[in-house]
């Protein structure tokens, strides 16, 4: 028996409900966990709310945690008891103390990078590589607009873009994330409660526009930065912390020859060695410190709740994990 968080209702973060559930021991093929540090991410208040039903209820959400394995099921030879793995996971099941998971889903962590940097890090992490290196790699000169700076994809996705040589302009919510911002490599940061974040990235630009937008807010960012794009410039939607995109006319992306994309994570994650390969371009940009490993905010597992609405609310920078 361990504890987890089990929800049986979609709603707010209330419906984050701590509960005894049985784990068992690991089948063919799998290991048994004892989790150490588990990622919080929008995807999981996603599926919390209903607005993205992939999790069959009652179930135990979640997508990333670090741990080290307790037991080996049959069958399982890649792997040994008291190794230190993480993983991102579309099964979910990651808010718990200790779970059954797949070992093919495993990924082994080097010394070098704690289990709170790797929880605080894999899903978000990938994302910012996939976002900068696999869509529309970003080289010097580029010019991006990334949505919500100072958020746990912001940080690591301007450190990253800048790293490689793009200016980067960043939205953020008040000057204490736009301090953050700079810190990580912004080039200019426009506050969006203060001043008309379109207005302002068409006056840095000069009306050129931006060569990418990187949007994981949606709905109240999508439509006004579309027209920021510069010739055959990208829209990379891969979030909706404000709600879903509205349907428009594919036509609007003509005016300027624009490309509009929204990748999932999980779908860059198949092919074994291109997990590998990203996993391996995180950890060496954790060890260098490209990629801060810092956990913005701590919570108890029994707190997801808290943990939700600290991130929802805007109230926390960078990443937030649980521990159990």
């Not at 093919?104 to 990078?113: F, K």
């Not at 958020?151 to 980067?168: F, K, P």
């Not at 008040?174 to 203060?194: F, H, L, N, P």
Request: glycine fraction near 12%; hydrophobic fraction near 45%.
């Amino acid at each position: 028996m361990t504890q987890a968080i089990v929800l049986r209702r979609t709603g707010g973060p209330e419906a984050l409900m701590p509960e005894t559930v049985e784990v068992g021991a690991p089948g063919p093929g799998q290991v048994r966990l004892r989790q150490t540090a588990i990622g919080v991410n929008f995807h999981d208040a996603y599926v919390r709310s209903g607005s993205y039903q992939t999790l069959s209820l009652p179930g135990i959400p979640g997508v990333e945690a670090v741990g080290v394995i307790e037991a080996l099921g049959p069958d399982v030879v890649d792997f040994r008891r008291g190794q230190r793995v993480g993983y991102v996971s579309r099964g979910y099941g990651a808010y718990a103390e200790e779970r059954l998971i797949a070992a093919n889903l495993l990924i082994p962590l080097p010394d070098s990078v704690s289990d709170e940097a790797a929880a605080s890090t894999l899903v978000k992490g990938l994302t910012a590589w996939i976002l900068v290196a696999k869509l529309r790699p970003l080289g010097a000169g580029d010019v991006c607009l990334v949505h919500a700076a100072a958020g746990g994809v912001g940080r690591i996705l301007t450190r990253w873009a800048s790293r490689r040589g793009a200016r980067v302009i960043g939205t953020v919510g008040d000057g204490t994330k736009a301090e953050i911002a700079r810190s990580d490599g912004c080039w200019e940061t426009v506050i969006y409660r203060e001043i008309d974040f379109a207005e302002r990235v068409a006056e840095l630009t000069q009306g050129r526009g931006v060569d990418v937008v990187y949007d994981s807010v949606g709905r109240d960012t999508f439509m006004r930065s579309l027209p920021l794009l510069a010739v055959r410039g990208w829209m990379i939607n891969f979030g909706q912390s404000s709600g879903p995109v509205e349907p428009f006319s594919v036509g609007l992306l003509a005016a300027r020859s624009n490309t509009l994309t929204r990748p999932i994570l999980f779908d860059f994650l198949i092919d074994p060695g291109e997990r590998a390969d990203m996993a391996a371009r995180l950890f060496e940009a954790l060890e260098d410190g490209v990629v801060p490993g810092e956990a913005g905010a701590r919570f108890r597992l029994a707190e997801a709740a808290e943990a939700h609405r600290a991130m929802e609310g805007r109230a926390t920078t960078g990443s937030t994990i649980l521990i159990p």
